[in-house]
Each structure stands twice: as structure tokens, then as C-alpha cells.
């Protein structure tokens, strides 16, 4: 996504309990890191009319994977600045997009 420019991420989901709490944070932060852009995580939590249980933890996190805000349970709103400039100053300074590859070609 940082090829085709992607500044934000927008990510809504509903981890089941026992995943959210082993995978949810690091998958998140990785989006992040990986596209050099600001993820924006709505996670539904609790439990629902079919018995499932959800994680929850809505969070932003900024393109170096730095946690900006967070809601770990419960309703609410989280706030964070999407800076524009920072993305600018991570972009120009990460030697790995100066080597991406576009396509797959197989061996």
C-alpha cells in the first residue's frame, strides 16, 4: 500500500477473545511498520447475542508502529493527529522502499 500512497488505514474488526489477546496488538502494529502509514483499528469487543466473546482494544497506531491511542474496553472514542509530515520524513529515510519489486515472478 505505501507504493500506491496509502497515508491511513482504516481496519474494523472482531477478533474472537483468544486470538485478539495473542495476535490483535502485533498484526495491527505491523500493518503500520510494513506500509509506513497510520492504522486506524476499530475492534468491536464483549460479548454478543450468539455467545461469542471479542477482544475489543481499538487503537491508532502511527507508521514507525508507536501506539497513539487506545481504547482496550468498552465504548468510547480514541483520538490521535494523523501528521503527514511524519509520514513524508519515515518514507524518505526507509531504505527498503527505494528496493520493492512490483509483481511476482516465480523461480
Known amino acids: 500500500m505505501v507504493v500506491a500512497g496509502v497515508d491511513v488505514i482504516l481496519l474494523p474488526a472482531a477478533f474472537t477473545s483468544v486470538t485478539g489477546k495473542a495476535h490483535w496488538e502485533p498484526l495491527v502494529r505491523a500493518r503500520a511498520v510494513e506500509n509506513l502509514c ?14 461469542r466473546a471479542t477482544h475489543g482494544d481499538s487503537m491508532i497506531v502511527d507508521p ?36 520493492i519489486r512490483l509483481g511476482f515472478h516465480a523461480l
Request: no cysteine; charged share 20%; net charge positive.
Open 38 to 51: 497510520y492504522v486506524v483499528a476499530a475492534a468491536q469487543g464483549g460479548y454478543h447475542s450468539n455467545g
Open 64 to 99: 514507525w508502529g508507536t501506539i497513539l491511542a487506545r481504547l482496550t474496553k468498552g465504548t468510547g472514542v480514541i483520538v490521535g493527529e494523523i501528521d503527514s509530515q511524519r509520514i513524508e520524513r519515515i518514507r524518505a529515510n526507509f531504505p527498503t522502499i527505494d528496493h
